[in-house]
């Protein structure tokens, strides 16, 4: 079994930073692929971005996210800087085994998600 819990949401006036962390526990492998999606009021959920356990990553809210991951600690970070309100959403986690992958239908694990509410 695999656990992934999520911290870091809040609310955040428009322009400003959030950090959010992603920590694994359980039986996960050190190499697995960690991702973060979002899924906003009334819309589908949408990958944000990905990083292997090696740091190779893939963005889709490039210049003002950025992913990490401290591979000693089991843990993932998004950092969000700039945050607009349509960055609104509760942002999961997520972890696969393999390569990067925007695929939601790709990862094997999740978190409950962490809700971020960006006012304007």
């Known amino acids: 079994q695999v656990q992934l819990v999520e911290s870091g949401g809040g609310l955040v006036q428009a322009g400003g930073s959030l950090r959010l962390s992603c920590v694994a526990s359980g039986r996960i492998e050190s190499t697995y692929t960690m991702g973060w999606f979002r899924q906003a009021p009334g819309k589908e959920r949408q990958f944000v971005a990905a990083?292997?356990?090696?740091?190779a990553s893939t963005m889709s809210v490039k210049g003002r996210f950025t992913i990490s991951r401290d591979n000693a600690k089991n843990t993932m970070y998004l950092q969000m800087n700039s945050l607009k309100s349509e960055d609104t959403a509760v942002y999961y986690c997520?972890?696969?085994?393999?390569?990067?992958?925007?695929?939601?239908?790709?990862?094997?694990?999740w978190g409950q998600g962490t809700q971020v509410t960006v006012s304007s």
């Open positions: 990083i292997t356990w090696r740091g």
């Open positions: 997520a972890a696969k085994g393999g390569t990067l992958s925007s695929l939601e239908g790709t990862y094997d694990y």
